[in-house]
C-alpha cells in the first residue's frame, strides 16, 4: 500500500509536502492528469514542474515511471522523494543486474510509487515486458526537448518513446520542458504522440532573478568587487568562455579567499565530478566553468551566476542564467562584456564548418542577443518578448535597466572620429589598431603603415582604451560599422555610416565606461540584499544551516535535500516553539517533521 494511496491532491501537497498551496497551473494539471489526460506542461526552471507528476503519481495506484536523461540526478531525486517518505527508486546503467531485478520486482509487488529511469533502460524490450506486467500510474517525460532535432540537447532514444502510446495506450503521459519553442514543441507533440493531450504554459518570468549588465572594464576585479559588495559566502556559477579562463579566474578568486572550483570539459572525469559534488555538497561554494558545467544542476541556492563572456544566443544565456534561485530567494545574473566578445562570436560562426542557412540563422541569434545587452528598455522586458510572451507595459524594477536609466551622451563626435579613422586606413584593420591610432600611439604596426601621419592620428585622445572601446562596441552593435570576419576582423563602414559622417543624423552612446565617476557612486548603493534584517537573525541562519550541512554529510546527500534556505529562514523568521508550529512552516510535510523536528527546534529555543 502506498503510505498516501488515494488522497486528495491538495492534501498530499499540505503533508507530504509540506507546502500550503499550489503555484500558477499546478493544480490545474494535476487535475487533468488524475483524470486520465496526456499533457505537455512548459514551465521554466524552477516553476515546479516535479510536483505535477509527482502528486498525481501518489493519487492514483500503481507506479509511476519518470524518464529523464540526466542520471547523476536520479539518485538525488530519489532521495528527496525518500526523505518525504515516498517509496522511490531509480533504474540505470549505474545498478547491477541483481539490483536491478529487485527493484523490476518491487514494481510488480507494487511495493514502489516513483521509478526514475534511463531513457536507455525505457526502450529495452525487457523493461517494457516488466511493466506490462506492473500496475502503472503514469509515464512523466522530462527534459522532453531531447526529443526535437531543433533543440540543443537532442537525444535519439527520445524518438523511440513512441511506443509507449501503442503498448499502453490508457496509461496518461506527461512531457515536462523548461526550454521548447513553437518548432521543438510541436516536435514534442508528434513524436510522443500528445496530440490528444493539452498544453499547459506557463510564464517564463524569473521575478526573483535581478538582471545585470556592465562595460567590461577590468572583468576580474569587477567580479571581485561585485562578489565581495553582494555574495561573501554565497554559491555561484561564474562562466567564461574558455578553459584557460576558466583556470585562471578560479585561482584569482581563491587567491582572494573564495572558496572557487574550475569545471571545464579539459579536466579529467574524477577532477569534474569531484568538483560538481563540492558545489551541490558543500555550501559556499564558486563554480568558476566553461557550458560544460550546468546540465542537470538542480542546486535550488544558487545565489548568482556571473557571466564574464557572452553567452551564444538568447537562448543560452537565459538557460545559464536560469540555473539561479530555483529557490525563489533573490538572486542575481551579472554580466560584463565587451567589443571582444562580439567580435569572438562572429568569427566562431564564420569559422564553423555549419552551411550558410545555418550561419544565418546563428547570426540572427547573436544579433538578438546584442540587442539584448545594448537595450535601454527593462531587460525582463526584452527576454520574455523574445519567448514570445507579452509583458507589461510597466517595468520589472528588478533589472538594472529598471533600477538606474541608462545614462547616454551625445556620440556623434566620437562616432565621427571612429569612422573617419576607419575610412582613411582603408577599412582594412581590426579595432585595436584603429584605437591605437585615435590614441596617438605610435607603435611599430602604426609606423610600419605610417599611420602616425594620417589627420586622425591622435584625434580621439580625450577617451582612454577602454573608453573607445565601448564607443567601437556600440558602434559595431548599432552595425553603424561592421566587423568584416571574411578578411581577418577588418572593421568596414557600413550603409549607416554615411549619414553620421555627413553630420545629418545623431548617435547617442551609453555612457558605462566614460562615466567611471558615477560608477563608483553606485558601488555604494549596492549591497548584499538580505532576507534577515538582523544579525541574531542572520546568526540563527547560519547556525540551522551548518547542522543542516552536519546531517547532510552525514547521509551524503546535498544539504537542501533535507530543507531548502527557504525553509530555514521561514523558521527564523517565525521561531517555531512546538511540533506543531514547526509542521506549519513551507517545506515541512509529515515525514520531515517526525524525522527533524525536534532538533532543528533545540537549536531555534537556544538561540531566544
Ligand atoms: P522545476 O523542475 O520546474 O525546475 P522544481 O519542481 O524543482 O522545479 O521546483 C522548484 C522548487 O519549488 C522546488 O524546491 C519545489 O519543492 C518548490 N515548489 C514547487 N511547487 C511548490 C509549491 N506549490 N509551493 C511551494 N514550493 C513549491
Ligand atoms: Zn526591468
Not at 133 to 162: K, M, N
Not at 198 to 225: C, G, H, V, W
Not at 403 to 413: A, H, M, Q, R, Y
Request: with cysteine.
Amino acid at each position: 500500500m502506498a503510505i498516501v494511496l488515494q488522497q486528495k491532491p491538495i492534501e498530499i501537497l499540505h503533508s507530504v509536502f509540506g507546502y500550503s498551496s499550489f503555484r500558477d497551473k499546478q493544480a490545474e494539471i494535476i487535475d487533468h492528469i488524475i483524470n486520465g489526460q496526456d499533457a505537455l506542461i512548459l514551465m521554466p526552471t524552477g516553476g515546479g514542474k516535479s510536483l505535477c507528476y509527482q502528486i498525481p503519481a501518489l493519487c492514483l495506484p500503481g507506479v509511476a515511471v519518470i524518464v529523464s536523461p540526466l542520471i547523476a540526478l536520479m539518485q538525488d531525486q530519489v532521495e528527496s522523494m525518500k526523505q518525504l517518505g515516498i517509496r522511490a527508486s531509480v533504474l540505470n546503467s549505474t545498478l547491477s543486474s541483481s539490483e536491478s531485478s529487485k527493484v523490476e520486482e518491487k514494481m510488480r509487488n507494487g511495493e514502489l510509487d516513483i521509478v526514475y529511469v534511463s531513457p536507455e533502460r525505457l526502450n529495452t524490450e525487457s523493461f517494457l515486458d516488466n511493466i506490462e506486467q506492473c500496475e502503472l500510474s503514469l509515464f512523466a517525460i522530462d527534459e522532453a526537448h531531447c526529443v526535437s532535432q531543433w533543440g540543443h540537447d537532442f537525444r535519439p532514444e527520445y524518438t523511440e518513446f513512441s511506443k509507449l502510446k501503442e503498448r499502453f495506450p490508457s496509461i496518461p503521459r506527461i512531457a515536462l520542458t523548461a526550454t521548447a519553442d513553437e518548432l521543438t514543441r510541436q516536435d514534442i507533440v508528434k513524436h510522443l504522440g500528445l496530440e490528444n493531450g493539452r498544453i499547459f504554459i506557463s510564464s517564463f518570468d524569473r521575478p526573483n532573478i535581478n538582471y545585470r549588465i556592465m562595460a567590461k572594464d577590468n572583468e576580474k576585479k569587477q567580479l571581485l568587487t561585485f562578489l565581495n559588495d553582494e555574495h561573501k559566502g554565497d554559491s555561484g556559477i561564474v562562466y567564461c568562455i574558455s578553459r584557460n579562463k576558466v583556470m585562471e579566474v578560479a585561482k584569482y578568486l581563491k587567491e582572494h579567499g573564495y572558496n572557487a572550483w574550475p569545471y571545464h570539459a579539459g579536466l579529467n572525469k574524477d577532477k569534474r565530478t569531484k568538483n560538481q559534488d563540492r558545489f551541490i555538497k558543500d555550501e559556499g561554494i564558486v563554480m568558476v566553468a566553461t557550458i560544460a558545467f550546468g546540465m542537470g544542476i538542480n542546486k535550488p541556492d544558487v545565489r548568482f551566476v556571473a557571466h564574464l563572456d557572452l553567452p551564444k544566443s538568447v537562448e543560452s544565456y537565459y538557460q545559464e542564467t536560469g540555473r539561479a534561485g530555483r529557490d525563489g530567494l533573490p538572486s542575481d545574473a551579472w554580466m560584463v562584456y565587451g567589443i571582444e566578445d562580439i567580435v569572438k562570436l562572429q568569427q566562431f560562426i564564420v569559422r564553423s564548418n555549419a552551411d550558410k542557412e545555418h550561419k544565418m540563422l546563428e547570426y540572427q541569434k547573436l544579433d538578438a542577443l546584442i540587442g539584448y545587452v545594448e537595450t535601454v528598455r527593462c531587460r525582463r522586458q526584452v527576454l520574455l518578448e523574445y519567448f514570445g510572451e507579452k509583458s507589461e507595459a510597466k517595468g520589472c524594477d528588478n533589472c538594472d535597466t529598471c533600477l538606474e536609466p541608462v545614462k547616454t551622451f551625445d556620440g556623434t563626435v566620437a562616432v565621427q572620429k571612429a569612422l573617419s579613422c576607419i575610412f582613411r586606413t582603408g577599412q582594412m584593420f581590426g579595432i585595436t589598431h584603429i584605437i591605437n591610432i585615435l590614441l596617438g600611439k605610435e607603435d611599430e604596426k602604426v609606423k610600419r603603415f605610417n599611420h602616425n601621419n594620417l589627420s586622425t592620428f591622435g584625434i580621439g585622445k580625450e577617451y582612454d582604451k577602454s573608453q573607445w572601446k565601448s564607443v567601437f562596441r556600440q558602434i559595431i552593435a548599432s552595425g553603424t560599422a561592421v566587423v568584416d570576419m571574411e578578411s581577418y576582423g577588418a572593421v568596414k563602414l557600413s550603409a549607416n555610416s554615411n549619414k553620421i559622417l555627413r553630420g545629418e543624423e545623431k548617435i547617442y552612446l551609453r555612457s558605462d565606461v566614460m562615466d567611471r565617476k558615477s560608477k563608483k557612486e553606485k558601488k555604494v548603493a549596492a549591497g548584499k540584499r538580505s532576507v534577515l534584517t538582523n544579525t541574531e537573525d542572520e546568526a540563527l541562519f547560519q547556525k540551522l544551516k551548518a547542522f543542516r550541512l552536519s546531517l547532510a554529510q552525514e547521509q551524503k546527500i546535498p544539504p537542501f535535500i533535507i530543507f531548502h534556505d527557504s525553509t530555514l529562514i521561514e523558521m527564523v523568521n517565525k521561531k517555531p516553539e512546538n511540533l506543531e508550529e514547526f509542521g506549519c512552516i513551507s517545506g515541512v510535510g509529515k515525514n520531515k517533521l517526525d524525522r527533524y523536528g525536534k532538533s532543528f527546534l533545540e537549536i531555534i529555543k537556544e538561540s531566544n
